[in-house]
């Protein structure tokens, strides 16, 4: 499979304030992202993980290093709408990223910058709400709807630019639960059926447990890369970096030390029920 | 243990004699008592935030009574300013009400329309923010040039410098990382064993209700569901998943650990104590 | 309480009034407008009442809606009825007592401007009431489209409104959080003179400012992600279009417009 997003060496400082040093806030990023992937980025408040999504699709440009969507420099001018268009962004906060006050309207925002023509326009504003399963609120006022149900139309309104890769910058973190599911299983679907590149960044390490890749970053840089099976097992060093782990690696780690015959990476509860059960037994 | 709250029949409806009529609180009683931790869990919608704006007077019941130490809080109503500074209420992010130049002024606004002054306004102000952990040297700051985790600890101050005799909590965790949430907890369990204060904590997160509270209340579409300690709430694990809720992650295991036949009592919500339960399967061999 | 505000309020339906074009129903508003300045007499005033009236018939608008519409513009009403009462002189003097004089002409004068004051509300409001904020921006982009030449950014403009129509409820609804949280600490809005009561909104207003700076700093750079890049080359959703009742709505415009300046020619 071939790469959507390389990072080369990336580095990013934002401006110093009056008389101080500038804040680095990446310190060297090497990453290559696949297409058609489902990768989530964790890390702590300030850990540099919100920074390096927005240099995805050229918000942020790099201070050092590059950026490459499909091969496009980001630091290259012409290039931007091509680029934004086929990495989209969702953020943080539903209601400062919908533009208009009816939903297909909202939608459509992306397109008609575009340049689509108005049937075509039509057809994906209708595709884009089926897609994330909120057509049946098409005329609606976004402001009357939950949290969870103005992030898929963020997400839907992402969608609606056919773009090859999604990224969420902690897109879930002002959701309730049911919200934070409505969003994450929308995702997942996007990911399964379209073929469309999921880039999560968050928090929550409960997020990252059906993903194919996870990275961990702390102060700029990199500093684990694997699947979750590999990363979540690293309990000592997540630690060490103001993460958790799943409950489920905590109790297995804890039985381990006791003496238990039980595997580390099973991550799921249903695994971990697994696992248990089996050393029970012996 | 004296009940410092009670909710007696609290019907609250939005919007009477139009279509829109909607009760968000429909019938509610419980008491709250002194002292205590109590958890508030619910969906979004199940009423929490328009039953915690009662309790200190920011709204009033359509029918039925809030006591505060046994007076109905809106018995003079000219005077529920001060069941405001009783019954300290710290909304969901609360960073966005800052609005002074410095620090420690944001946190003396309160204190300061309780109508303290000099040397106890000045105690009031530092214990605070001592209590959440703000250096001396920052209170002459800009609260705007503080990071989001130091904002919200500087909000919470402005409503712990009242010294109300109950704080509540509107999801005070709400998007920290998991350093910053852990951080912002020990503070506030701090302050509840040093002060005895009363303290409700309002939250999605069943984790976080789990492992800090002394009684849970689970709130359901403008009812009380249940009311409980944590281990009597997470033995009814299967009535709260079909009423849509979470539970623990480690009641969860501990269920499907019982449904695999072992002898584990799903009422768990510790790593710890469910690691016990798991280490007195071999010794007991109670393995069926 | 801030939620009562009607300025800009949408009434869906389905009527004639509703679903004519937002060019149409802009172009009737201001023919009304011009008619209500020319009319003179009676009649010409009984004219215009009776065209609003139809309007209100057609488009299913409860009257009573229209008069709300009325309450916060009714100390200016009430002024300028007065002013004209008082003012107004003329040789014949129908009351007077000391200073207050009260003329046949300012009688006159009064009611017709109060009329046409309540009118002109009246039927503004009515196209607010009939058209969705998002289509009435729209309608005013594509008939100022011809401004452009004259380098006035017609695009700019629209989207400004549009936007600014999108975040009314949304700082609504934050400004009745932060008061909720300001009165948790004790603020009183209610007490006080004048000074105290503008002091007391300092911890409202800042923080709502914060806040509505955040919200533009993030949503320019959301409308940048996806694609924003000013009204060059932007197609639309939805393609406004004449229909026949268009030009069948405009053509009974001008023919009011035409008959009120033919009574105001006789005086009447």
């Known amino acids: 499979m071939s790469a959507i997003i390389e990072t080369k060496e990336l580095r990013f400082a934002y401006p110093a304030d009056e008389g101080g040093e500038p804040v680095f806030a990446l310190r060297g990023v090497d990453l290559e992202i696949e297409k058609g992937s489902f990768v989530v980025v964790l890390g702590h408040n300030g850990s540099g993980k919100s920074t390096l999504a927005k240099t995805f699709n050229a918000v942020l440009l790099p201070a050092g290093g590059k ?58 504003v209708d595709d884009a709400l089926k897609a994330v399963g909120m057509y049946e609120f098409v005329t609606h006022a976004p402001h009357l709807l939950s949290g969870g149900q103005k992030q898929r139309i963020a997400i839907a309104g992402v969608i609606a630019m056919e773009p090859e890769c999604i990224v969420l910058d902690e897109a879930t973190a002002m959701l309730d639960p049911v919200g934070r599911r409505e969003v994450l299983s929308t995702v997942h679907r996007l990911n399964r059926e379209k073929g469309i590149t999921v880039i999560l960044i968050t928090h929550h390490m409960n997020e990252a447990e059906e993903a194919d890749r996870v990275v961990v970053m702390d102060d700029g840089k990199v500093t684990m890369d694997g699947t979750p099976r590999e990363v979540f097992t690293r309990i000592d060093e997540l630690r060490s970096m103001g993460l958790t782990t799943p409950d489920t690696v905590d109790l297995l780690d804890r039985l381990q030390k006791d003496g238990w015959n039980v595997p580390l990476d099973a991550l799921t509860v249903e695994e971990c029920a697994d696992a248990i059960a089996a050393a029970a037994q012996n | 243990m004296e009940p410092i709250l009670q909710i007696k029949n609290l019907t609250h409806t939005y919007g009477v004699g139009t279509p829109f009529q909607r009760s968000a609180v429909e019938d509610m009683s419980f008491d709250v008592y002194e002292g205590e931790f109590l958890g508030i869990i619910g969906h979004t919608g199940s009423g929490k935030s328009t039953l915690i704006q009662h309790l200190n007077g920011l709204l009033k019941p359509t029918a039925g009574q809030v006591l505060l130490g046994g007076k109905d809080i809106w018995a003079e109503p000219k005077k529920i ?83 109300p005799e109950v704080l509540v909590l509107d999801e005070p965790t709400a998007g920290l990382d998991p350093a910053g949430r852990e951080n912002l907890m020990a ?44 281990a009597e709430v997470f033995a009814r694990a299967d009535e709260l998943l079909t009423a849509g809720l979470d539970v623990p992650q480690v009641t969860r295991i501990a269920m499907a650990l019982k449904e695999r036949g072992l002898d584990i009592d799903p009422a768990v919500y510790t790593v710890e104590a469910l690691e016990q339960q798991i280490l007195a399967l071999r010794k007991g061999g109670a393995v069926c | 309480m801030l939620k009562d505000i009607t300025l800009g309020q949408y009434f869906p339906g389905t ?123 729209d309608g005013l982009e594509r008939l100022l489209n011809g401004l452009k030449r004259f380098h006035v950014p017609v695009h700019e403009l629209a989207m400004m409104m549009s936007i600014a129509l999108r975040f009314i409820p949304t700082l609504i609804e934050e400004t009745d959080k932060i008061m909720s949280a300001q009165k948790a600490r004790g603020a009183d809005f209610e007490s006080g003179n004048i000074i105290q009561k503008a002091k007391a909104l300092i911890p409202i207003l800042v923080p709502l400012f914060i806040s509505a700076f955040r919200r533009a700093d993030e949503l320019a750079t959301a409308m940048e992600c996806r694609c924003y890049h000013g009204g060059e080359g932007r197609t639309k959703l939805h393609i406004l279009k004449y229909e026949r009742r268009d030009y069948i709505a405009l053509t009974i415009g001008v023919l009011v417009l035409a008959a009120v300046l033919v009574l105001r020619y006789f005086g009447i």
């Not at chain 3, 009236?53 to 002024?79: D, H, N, T, W």
């Not at chain 3, 009825?81 to 009351?95: P, S």
Request: include cysteine; charged fraction near 20%.
């Open chain 2, 187 to 230: 503070n506030i369990r701090d302050f509840h064993r040093n002060r005895h204060t009363t303290v409700i904590l309002v939250s999605h997160s069943m984790d976080e209700i789990a492992q800090n509270v002394d009684r849970i209340l689970v709130l359901k579409s403008a009812h009380v569901l249940m009311s409980g300690t944590p």
């Open chain 3, 15 to 137: 009527t004639v009034a509703h679903k004519l074009d937002p060019r149409t129903k802009i172009l009737l508003v201001v023919l009304y407008i011009v008619a209500l300045f020319c009319a003179k007499g009676v009649v010409g005033y009984a004219l215009m009442a009776l065209c609003l009236a139809v309007c209100v018939r057609i488009s299913k608008v409860g009257i009573k809606q229209l008069v709300r519409g009325l309450k916060p513009v009714l100390f200016i009403i009430i002024f300028t009825g007065l002013l004209n009462l008082f003012f107004v002189t003329d040789d014949t003097y129908l009351f007077q007592w000391g200073i207050i004089r009260i003329s046949e002409a300012g009688l006159r004068n009064a009611i017709f401007m109060v009329l046409r004051i309540m009118l002109l509300i009246m039927g503004t409001f009515l196209m607010t009431y009939t058209t969705s904020p998002i289509s009435l921006t």
């Open chain 1, 67 to 124: 950026v490459y969507v499909e091969g496009m420099d980001t630091l290259d001018e012409k290039l931007l709408l091509a680029i934004r268009q086929r990495v989209g962004m969702v953020f943080q906060n539903p209601d400062n990223q919908i533009v208009a006050n009816v939903v297909e309207e909202d939608v459509a925002f992306a397109p008609e910058n575009l340049g689509v023509p108005t049937e075509e326009i039509r057809r994906r």
């Open chain 2, 81 to 163: 300013r001060d069941v405001r500074f009783r019954v300290g209420l710290v909304f969901q992010y609360p960073e966005y009400q800052l609005f002074e130049e410095t620090v420690y002024k944001d946190i003396a606004f309160g204190p300061t329309n309780q109508g303290k002054t000099g040397d106890e306004l000045d105690r009031c102000v530092r214990d605070a923010a001592r209590l959440v952990g703000i250096r001396d040297d920052q209170l002459d700051k800009s609260p705007f040039e503080l990071s989001g985790g130091q904002k919200r600890r500087v909000a919470l101050a402005g409503v712990l410098a009242m010294e």
